[in-house]
């Protein structure tokens, strides 16, 4: 293995971005998961005759676990530090996959997937914080882009190992199993990496420790986390950024009531705004309609649904890929405009085939190879992106922790209404409708997004809050 793959970014990053490998995942296994637990023949149990609400309750389990996780995050984040929720929500990842693969009847198997919920909801809220608090600033965004690609790359995996195992007997038990080794590597990555300085730095200021020693505490974990690359300038950093600390006034605790004032109330509009178009410009339900559309276009390998989800998964880590490369070079605001503004003209193609191009299947084939893409330039990376980097540090943890409840209730909000709403008005209105909310989304990006590019988080919070 080459020494640059050891290098103490890439270790810095890959363990809490295993956390978005092991979300991905989950999404992937369990559209195939699904197809094996109901099989008569491949099950493997006594119980694989459940209803559609059932199959509802193990599809999105671990969404409502999230939520819960999230809201778990906004009491535990500041007290633990984004290290230890790591290593927590490894554990829960751990205990979640090895319930659900072992469950003995259905109850069972939801509180497994329940559990392993809790876990993407802690990691969700911890991987963004503790790389954006580690990373460089020149290379931040690429860092926490990376995350998305390993969401991604997670879900190529578990519809491959889908796949693979959905005609083996008792297969979604090994789909939801192969879960526990890789949380075992996330879990000892997190043990062995160092807290984030800046962490310790906050607690240094609000008084939770010996000042003197919670410094010598915080210029060790940088020059564990930079390597050779920081030199003999990490003293200098750590006062800086304790100086900047103190100039910010963030000695002080943060209350429920200040989430919702001052900055961290333009943090949170900037970064839960984000999140939120994310989620109601309608994604969930553009996949949704993949192998349908696939077939109409005469691709004769779409009428199985699963190769339709691996070419998908392709064609988005390809353009995560790009997002990552670009991020840092471009900006967050370029690719955000761009990238909705693909979404927006893919939406309305979508609509326009769903209610008078019926007979051009090409168009809903491109539009959707369109709306993937721009989605994974924009805001599957770069949601998670600002909010990681916009809250204000002692309100981090707990602003970061409502953007991510915000981010996983919409999500639950959207798959639960579309089919009534598909049945209501149809295809074509609502993908008309989704374009009506991107278009929004486009209006809010221009006059209230920063640019982030390159700036510190202390000047991120001095400058642009």
């Not at 075992?184 to 984030?196: F, T």
């Not at 605790?253 to 109330?265: P, S, V, Y």
């Not at 990552?324 to 326009?352: K, Q």
């Not at 602003?399 to 981010?407: D, E, K, P, R, Y």
Request: glycine share 12%.
């Amino acid at each position: 293995m080459s020494s640059s793959l050891l290098s103490p970014t890439v270790q810095r990053f890959l363990f809490p971005a295993f956390g978005g490998l092991l979300y991905g995942y989950d999404i992937g296994a369990t559209s195939s998961a699904t197809i094996s637990i109901k099989s008569a023949t491949s099950s493997g149990i006594s119980w694989y005759n459940l209803s559609p609400v059932e199959v509802g309750l193990i599809t999105s389990g671990s969404l409502y676990g999230a939520l819960i996780g999230s809201v778990l995050a906004f009491n535990v984040a500041d007290f633990l530090g984004r290290r230890r929720e790591l290593i927590l929500s490894s554990l829960m990842y751990l205990i979640g996959a090895l319930v659900t693969a072992l469950a003995p009847n259905f109850v069972i198997m939801v509180i497994g997937r329940f559990i392993y919920g809790i876990g993407i909801g802690l990691a969700m809220h911890a991987a963004p914080m503790y790389i954006a608090e580690t990373a460089p600033s020149q290379i931040r965004g690429q860092l926490i882009s990376l995350k998305e690609f390993f969401i991604v790359l997670g879900m190529l995996v578990g519809y491959i190992s889908g796949s693979l195992l959905v005609e083996t007997v008792a297969g979604w038990r090994y789909m939801y199993g192969v879960s526990s080794p890789l949380a075992v590597i996330m879990g000892s990555g997190m043990w062995w990496l160092p807290a984030s300085p800046r962490w310790i730095l906050l607690r240094a200021i609000q008084g939770k420790g010996e000042v003197l020693a919670l410094r010598d505490t915080a210029i060790y974990c940088l020059c564990r986390l930079r390597g050779g690359a920081i030199g003999d300038s990490a003293p200098q950093k750590v006062d800086e950024i304790l100086s900047e600390l103190s100039h910010l006034r963030e000695e002080e605790e943060a209350t429920i009531a200040e989430m919702f004032q001052g900055k961290c109330l333009k943090a949170l509009i900037i970064g839960g705004g984000l999140v939120l178009f994310q989620q109601i410009t309608g994604q969930p339900s553009v996949l949704y309609y993949a192998a349908t559309i696939f077939q109409s276009a005469g691709f004769s390998a779409a009428s199985d649904a699963t190769k339709v989800s691996i070419l998908l998964g392709l064609w988005k880590l390809i353009m995560t890929g790009v997002a990552v490369l670009a991020v840092d070079r471009l900006g967050r605001r370029p690719l955000l405009l761009g990238g909705v503004s693909g979404i927006v003209i893919s939406l309305f193609l979508l609509g326009s085939y769903y209610t008078y191009l019926g007979d051009i299947p090409a168009v809903a084939v491109v539009a959707l190879l369109v709306y993937v893409g721009c989605y994974q330039l924009s805001f599957g990376p770069i949601g998670w992106l600002m909010i990681s980097e916009v809250f204000p540090l002692r309100l981090r943890g707990r602003g970061l922790s409502i953007a991510v409840l915000v981010n996983f209730a919409a999500n639950a909000l959207v798959t639960f209404a579309f089919s009534p709403l598909r049945e209501l008005l149809g295809a074509g209105i609502l993908f008309f409708s989704f374009g009506g909310i991107a278009v929004l989304s486009l209006i809010f990006i221009f006059f209230i997004i920063p640019e982030t590019k390159g700036l510190t988080l202390e000047e991120i919070e001095a400058k642009l809050l």
